[in-house]
């Protein structure tokens, strides 16, 4: 018999002999092996029970015949313990040290599923960011990855071996262990998927899939079967904090096939409904949509602030003064919207930054203010920024007239717009946040 990925060819002696003889070839279909990565969070891992739980999600997968990978994160909370320790034993502490302290997590993790699943009968072995190895940049804390020797870990898979990986961690330029910062495990599991080529990158967490918006605001929200890229990379970068930012954008620049799924659903449970998938959202291309809806979900993001600079000289190079030094000290600015008074002197600008970079980019512009010339500085951080996304929204015409016309009938004033092709985003009083979110859900169909 030769045997080859998803096909038994079975070879037959000659029906006859002599000249002209000829073997009929049997081609018998088996069932395609899929190879999966599994990434798993820390509330899923959060105790031992928790742990054995997982297990079994993977060895749900084992038997069924699948190559399977598992990055898993620290136990929940244990980072938090980890980064205040390094804070207590020295508020200007060595970012090579501190990489070294919170990346122990995610190798305790890895550890302790590896001797669950070896306990249950399933050949798994532990594996730190090091050892694969995940290269990073030398940006400590916060490092990028570069590149994966995915090799040594694709031979281990095509063995039939379970792979489980320390998240969050890789190997910097100087051969000490680097991490990618908060939500690095993620990251780790689609570039891990990417490198050996995986049919799936499988993300388990505690809830089950991606919803048209937060069910706690809205509780007619539903779940979405299919999402596109974009779509995730805007609902993740707007207030979605389903997935990390990272690591949707990773997803799709190397066509990384993702789905959300939660981890504690039963593993003994039926795995088929989505399309042949269990529940959960498939995060893919948009040629995998069968039907694409106008506007697939709604978002919000409560940590904004606004900035407003008043009388400014309305002359070349004044943005560049305003944004310049605020590029220089890391500050990510959002939406912008610039008047210019009746007679052309002067100009107005307001713009949206993190509130957690709040109080230092009011520091930056002060400090600038000879150069910029503004009369007045204001800020709120009582803000909220909602964003209407949608695939759809490119073919529609409307959309935004819908959504400004929806939230003029709840009076609700809008301070700033911003938007692209798949969505609008508008910026508002925090206290109509749930009103506005509400009003947006229904008025575009999307209530269950």
């Known amino acids: ?233 805007e609902m993740a970068s707007l207030g979605a904090k389903v997935l990390q930012v990272r690591s949707v954008e990773m997803a799709m620049v190397h066509g990384v096939r993702t789905f959300v799924r939660s981890s504690f659903d039963d593993p003994d449970a039926p795995q088929v409904g989505n399309g042949g998938l269990p529940p959960g959202t498939l995060i893919c291309d948009e040629d995998e949509l069968v039907e694409q809806q106008v506007v697939t979900g709604i978002a919000f993001a409560k940590d904004e602030a606004q900035i407003s600079i008043r009388d400014v000289a309305d002359k070349p190079g004044v943005a560049e003064s305003v944004f310049g030094p605020l590029a220089d000290a890391n500050i990510n600015v959002d939406m912008i919207v610039q008047n210019i008074s009746p007679d052309g002197k002067t100009t107005d600008i307001t713009f949206t930054v993190p509130e957690a970079d709040y109080i230092r980019a009011i520091s930056v512009l002060e400090d600038n203010r000879g150069e910029i010339g503004f009369q007045n500085l204001e800020g709120a951080t009582d803000v909220v920024k909602v964003s209407v996304i949608g695939i759809g929204m490119r073919s529609h015409a409307g959309i935004a007239a819908q959504c400004f016309r929806g939230l003029a009938e709840k009076g609700i004033n809008i301070r700033a717009i911003t938007t692209s092709e798949i969505k609008i985003s508008v910026l508002i009083d925090s206290a109509y946040t749930e009103l506005a979110v509400r009003t947006l859900h229904s008025l575009y169909g999307l209530d269950g």
């Open 1 to 233: 018999m030769v045997a080859a990925r998803g096909l038994c060819l079975y070879a037959c002696p000659p029906i006859e002999q002599g000249a002209g003889a000829f073997c009929v070839l049997i081609i018998k279909k088996t069932t395609l092996m899929a190879r999966l990565v599994l990434k798993f969070g820390g509330t899923s891992v959060a105790d031992l029970d928790r742990i054995r739980n997982v297990a079994r999600h993977v060895k749900r997968e084992v038997d069924a015949g699948n190559e399977v990978a598992v990055v898993v994160s620290a136990m929940a909370g244990q980072t938090n313990k980890l980064v205040e320790f390094c804070r207590e034993a020295s508020p200007l502490h060595d970012a090579r040290e501190y990489d070294a302290v919170v990346a122990s997590g995610e190798q305790v993790t890895s550890g302790l599923l590896a001797v669950v699943l070896q306990d249950m009968g399933v050949n798994a072995r532990s594996w730190q960011g090091w050892q694969v190895p995940i290269k990073t940049d030398e940006n400590h804390g916060a490092a990028r990855i570069k590149e994966i020797d995915a090799d040594f870990l694709s031979e281990r898979l095509s063995q039939g071996q379970v792979a489980v990986l320390a998240g969050f961690q890789g190997i910097s330029p100087d051969n000490r262990i680097s991490t990618l910062g908060r939500g690095g495990s993620d990251t780790s599991a689609v570039a891990i998927a990417a490198a050996v080529k995986a049919d799936r990158c499988d993300i388990y967490t505690d809830v089950d899939g991606v919803y048209t918006t937060d069910p706690r605001i809205v509780p007619k929200a539903k779940r979405l079967d299919r999402v596109s890229f974009e779509e995730m990379l």
